[in-house]
């Protein structure tokens, strides 16, 4: 038996509809995986565990550099 097929105007509806509902939904996803994201990251407190957690891998390439850095800052600021 043959099915009824509908008009082209209605298929045209129809996926007009679709359409117009998806990108509503993208947004929607997209904003809430940006939520989710930022709720995740913290790059001050990420910073900060991973230069602990290099510290304790390297400690000599950790203290040249605080030698260095020092150094350079006493050097240009002239405390006496």
């Known amino acids: 038996m043959k099915t009824k097929q509908a008009s082209p105007a209605k298929k045209n509806a129809q996926k007009s509809h679709v359409l117009a509902e998806k990108p509503v939904r993208a947004e929607k996803l997209v904003l809430a995986e940006k939520l989710v994201l930022a709720e995740?990251?913290?790059?001050?407190?990420?910073?900060?565990?991973y230069l602990r957690q290099y510290g304790r891998e390297k400690p000599e390439?950790?203290?040249?550099?605080c030698l260095g850095i020092g150094f350079v800052l006493g050097w240009k600021m002239k405390f006496w």
Do not use: E, N
């Open 40 to 49: 995740k990251l913290k790059p001050s407190s990420d910073m900060a565990t």
């Open 61 to 65: 390439v950790v203290a040249l550099w």
